[in-house]
């Protein structure tokens, strides 16, 4: 009876008003997934949407150019790749539903692979198809005059190299910094039960 005495003493006198309690983690939880899955249900919505938009324009217009022609499918097929690779990660996201504290740290360690996976090698393939496919659809419109030529590819190479160089990694570097809060916010509360 003493010791359990003694535990019961020391199970009291533990300071636990720094530590969040478990509430706290599904509030951490259930936010998350939820966000995420309305972001990728509106990426592959509008990917789709657009895959579609594009295909029917390419039956309906009839380009003279193959370089038109040529960018519309890469243009189609980046868009693709888009809602494919959100596709696949949407059921991770939907598992998520009732998990222990454990399994959403490992949830959230395998997001972060995940995250630094898409933007060094499925982004790059991507947005380098979809660079392609942009710099040839426009050679049609822009080839007849040498001025308007120039100005059309200087504004879409300006505005490509601004998406490659400044918005991708901020947007990376944003993201991978609410990963790791939501990951130590998540350790906090396991450590609340070690």
């Not at 939880?29 to 990728?40: D, G, Q, Y």
């Not at 990917?47 to 193959?66: A, E, G, N, P």
Request: aromatic fraction near 12%.
């Amino acid at each position: 009876m003493d010791i359990l005495n003694d535990l019961k003493a020391t199970w009291r006198s533990a300071d636990t008003q720094n530590l969040p309690d478990v509430q706290t983690f599904k509030e951490v939880a259930a936010p998350f997934r939820n966000h995420r899955l309305k972001r990728k249900f509106l990426i592959i919505l509008l990917s789709i949407t657009l895959s579609v938009f594009f295909m029917v324009m390419m039956y309906i217009d009839t380009s003279r150019m193959i370089s038109t022609l040529v960018g519309e499918g890469l243009l189609v097929v980046s868009l693709l790749i888009l809602a494919y690779t959100n596709a696949r990660s949407v059921k991770r996201f939907y598992m998520l539903d009732n998990c222990s504290n454990r399994e959403f740290m490992n949830f959230l360690e395998q997001t972060r692979k995940n995250q630094t996976y898409y933007y060094k090698r499925t982004q790059v393939i991507a947005m380098t198809i979809y660079s392609m496919a942009l710099l040839l659809y426009l050679f049609e419109f822009a080839h007849s005059n040498l001025i308007f030529m120039i100005i059309t590819y200087t504004c879409t190479v300006i505005a490509l190299a601004i998406f490659w160089l400044v918005v991708r990694p901020k947007t990376y570097k944003k993201e991978v910094a609410k990963l790791q809060q939501l990951s130590e916010r998540t350790q906090a509360i396991a450590k609340q039960f070690e």
